[in-house]
């Protein structure tokens, strides 16, 4: 394992959470207008999160789990996950993503997120039901493709059901158990 590599995508993950703690709305709303200055910061951690992450990829691929442990790959998910304003750099980020699960070094469940992030960034229905927008101050789920069976591929992909999630969505705790 690379623990240089792993550190500094740790690093840059937990920047990346700290910038959005910032910006997280209070309790029971969607919505905030940030300050400048919040904006600002957050813009500036993912363009240099995202242009670091490219270069990486570019020289090594992706940083799976033997070279950059399971931490480090899961901090290597986020930084991809919120590359939104590069939205070519993101489908980059999950192709390479899908050759490191299908490898078994990556998470499925974070190639689903990712999955569904490219796919509603280009105005195609998510497979997952992983990302919500807010309309008029209320949270829902971005449109589905064949929500029938939403709740198997979720399950394939090691995702707690749709319900489940959707109710931790409003309650404002994405990442419980």
Do not use: C
């Not at 910006?23 to 240099?48: C, M, N, S, T």
């Not at 270069?55 to 790959?73: F, H, Q």
């Not at 949270?139 to 090691?158: F, H, I, N």
């Amino acid at each position: 394992m690379d623990e240089e590599l792993r550190q500094e995508l740790l690093a840059r993950a937990e920047e990346d959470q700290r910038v959005r703690r910032r910006a997280a709305p209070p309790k029971g709303q969607y919505e905030i207008r940030l300050p400048d200055e919040v904006a600002e910061e957050w813009e500036r951690v993912h363009a240099e999160n995202t242009r670091w992450l490219a270069e990486l990829v570019a020289a090594r691929g992706w940083p799976g789990r033997t070279v950059a442990g399971e931490d480090g790959a899961g901090a290597a998910w986020l930084l991809a996950q919120h590359a939104d304003r590069d939205p070519g750099l993101q489908r980059t980020f999950l192709e390479a993503l899908r050759g490191a699960v299908a490898e078994g070094e990556a998470s499925p469940a974070n190639l689903a997120y990712l999955e569904d992030r490219v796919r509603v960034h280009d105005g195609r229905p998510q497979l997952y039901g992983t990302q919500f927008t807010v309309t008029d101050g209320i949270l829902e789920p971005s449109p589905v493709e064949d929500p029938q069976r939403l709740d198997e591929r979720r399950a394939q992909a090691g995702l707690d059901p749709f319900a489940v999630y959707e109710a931790r969505m409003r309650a404002g705790r994405p990442e419980e158990d």
